[in-house]
């Protein structure tokens, strides 16, 4: 089955008129990529004649700040309400897609509507519904990181079921390259049934079958109604195989710096609870 965004490109364009393939040619494909907001206009037109919109929104970093322990991240009430505001949109539908298991995610954004999907879009899915794949394995790997890392400063081995994360946010500069390595050499005995992620300050641990947000998003836009708008929205470079998947889509690269193959940028989540308004705000036009 096709992927369901609208082609900008074939799209005609009017003098003035702002059509989806003037927008991608205004916004470039250098890895510089503007701010969403000076483009607003172009997107809002897009926003209001697409017949369905998907929304793609991140957790941490996206919806809420990072903090130094994943478990202080608390999401401001302001946001809350934006995601309540849009949940009563029939043309619009969000999914919120994280790396924390979906229980975890649920409970943390407390909004009735969105489709939570933890475990980078495993858990939630139809897929993530069968069986857990490679658990034996995936175990074997966990004792093995836990034995040469678990007694490193400032590094934290996570369960996550399905999957494990090793956080290092905290530790020395040297204990990180040192473990960086370590994990190289974990995944030469373990690949290819299993592959490693690496976000900010974390790398995680997954069994082949679980392939990420980019697999995740275009099952979920394979199953929507042709015409289909998607808007994505991440922080992290766990986020960049989804704008890969997406390259008719409006996507967002939240945060400074760095390479993306998002369209736009904005700078903090505090933009992105602006961007909920605005979204809204183009919703009842
Ligand atoms: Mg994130």
């Known amino acids: ?156 081995l996570e369960d996550k079921g399905a999957i494990f994360a090793v956080h290092y946010r905290g530790a020395r500069n040297g204990d990180v390259r040192k473990a960086r390595r370590i994990m190289a050499r974990l995944m030469e005995g373990f690949e290819p049934a299993l592959w490693m992620l690496a976000g900010k300050k974390v790398w995680e641990v997954l069994p082949r079958e679980i392939a990420g947000k980019g697999e995740a998003v275009r099952a979920i836009l394979a199953r929507q109604p042709a015409g289909t708008l998607a808007v994505y929205l991440g922080d992290d470079t766990t986020d960049e195989e989804a704008f890969r998947c997406l390259p008719d889509a409006v996507t967002v690269r939240v945060g400074r710096g760095g390479r993306t193959r998002a369209r736009f940028r904005l700078r903090h989540p505090a933009e992105v609870r602006r961007f909920l308004q605005k979204l809204e705000s183009t919703l009842s036009c």
Do not use: N, Q
């Open 1 to 156: 089955m096709e992927m369901t965004p609208s082609d900008p490109s074939s799209e005609r364009e009017a003098p003035g008129v702002p059509t989806p393939a003037r927008l991608w040619r205004a916004a470039g494909r250098g890895a510089r990529r503007p701010h969403l907001f000076r483009h607003w206009a172009e997107v809002a037109a897009r926003l209001r004649s697409a017949p369905r919109i998907a929304l793609f929104l991140d957790f941490d970093g996206t919806l809420t700040p990072l903090r130094r322990r994943p478990e202080d991240v608390v999401l401001d009430p302001a946001t809350r309400r934006r995601l309540a505001d849009l949940a009563r949109h029939r043309r619009l539908k969000t999914w919120i897609i994280s790396g924390r298991r979906c229980a975890d995610l649920r409970r943390r954004v407390g909004v009735k509507g969105p489709t939570y999907l933890g475990l980078h879009g495993w858990e939630g899915s139809a897929r993530g519904h069968s069986r857990t794949p490679g658990r034996r394995l995936l175990r074997r790997a966990k004792a093995w990181a836990a034995r040469a890392l678990g007694s490193t400063p400032g590094i934290r």
